[in-house]
C-alpha cells in the first residue's frame, strides 16, 4: 500500500510539473538583428511612431519630453510615459516590443475633448473614451521617474503633477498622485509620492524591495506594497554641496548602493542602511576623466562592464566606473544617434543592448560584447 500511495505521488508531482512548465511563459529569445550588432556600435530602427490623442494631431513625439524609460522584466519590453507641459497630454502607455524593435500604444490615450478642468482629479482623468479604463494619470513630465518592480507585475509612475499645455486650454498647473499600472487588469491606482516633483528621481533597490526617490533637498524611501512613503535624508543639497535636480539614480549591484548623477553630472553615493534607513550615508564624488557636458543624463546599468553607461552626446557615450571613480567616452559607430532625447534611453538584458530615443528615432546601441559562455 505504502509503494502504490509512493507511486501515485511521484506521478501527481510529474503532472503538476508538467503543467506548471506548459503554463510558464516562454524565455525571451535575442532579436537577431539585434544580436549581430559589433561592440560599440548602433543601429537605427526607424523614427518613433506614438498613437496620437484624438483631436490633439500630430503631437504624440511630445510623449518625451522631460520624460524618461524603464525595462519591463515580466514581459521583456521597455516602457514609456509622459508628455504635458506645452506638447501633448497623451495617457497611453508606450511600450517597445523587442520582436517587431517598434512602438505600440497598450490602450487608445484620451481624446482632447475630455482635456476639461472638471474632469481632473489629482492629476487623473475622471472619465474618457467609451470602454477605457478610468480614471487614468494625465500626461506629465516623468524624468527618472518611472519603474517596474522585480517582484510586482505593474508599472509605477512616480511622477506626481506637470504644468500647463497648449493641447488643453484653461487647464494650468496640477498636482495629484502617482499611478500603478497593473498588467493584468489594465486598470490604474492613484497614491500619493512626495518625491515626483519637477527634476527627480527613483531607483528600485532589488534587496531591500523598495524604492528610493530623490527630489531637491530630500531623499525618501517608497514601499511599493503597502504605498507609503518614509523620509530618511534631508538638506542634503547644502550639507553636501550638490544638485540633485534633473538626474538619474542607478543601483550598482557590485556595491549594493545607489549612484545619482544629476545634470550637472556632480555623482553622489547613497550607502543604504537597510536595517534603518534613516542612518543611509551619502558621499559626493569627485571623479577623474572627462564627463559629459550638458543635461542629457539618463544612465543604467551595464552588467558586462560593471559601469554605469548612458549621458549619449554628440554621438558618445559616457561610462562611469565606480570601482574605479572614472569617467570614459565612446565615439559610437554605425547610426549616428546624436544627442538623446532628456532621459529617454534603457538597457535591455536580454539583448545586451542600450535603446535610445534620439531626434525622433529609435536606436539600438552595445556598448560591449557579452563573454562567450
Partial sequence: MMRARTVLTMLLAAQLGAHAAQSAPPKPQPNPKLAALPEH???DLGPTKFLAPEGEGETADGVTDYSGMTYDPHNHRILLFGGGHATTFTDAVYAFDFETLAWKALYKPTSQRFYKKENMENGFWKA??????????VGRHTYDLLIVPDHRKEF???RSGCGPSSVA???GYFGGGGGAYDFATGKWERYDVPFGGYGAAAEYDPISKKIVGSSGQTVFVFDPETRASTKILNDVQDKYKFSAYSGTLVYYPPDQCMYAIPDSKGIWKLELNREDFRKSKITAIEASGEKPKGSECAFAYDPVTKTLVGGVLENKFWAYDPAKNTWTSTEIAGAKIGTMTFHCLAYD???????IIANRRTYAFRYKAAPKK
Avoid: K, S
Fill in 41 to 43: 556600435t548602433a543601429i
Fill in 128 to 137: 474618457g473614451d467609451e470602454g477605457g479604463l478610468y480614471p487614468r494619470p
Fill in 156 to 158: 509605477l509612475v512616480l
Fill in 169 to 171: 486650454p484653461g487647464i
Fill in 349 to 355: 538584458p536580454v539583448n545586451n543592448v542600450f535603446i
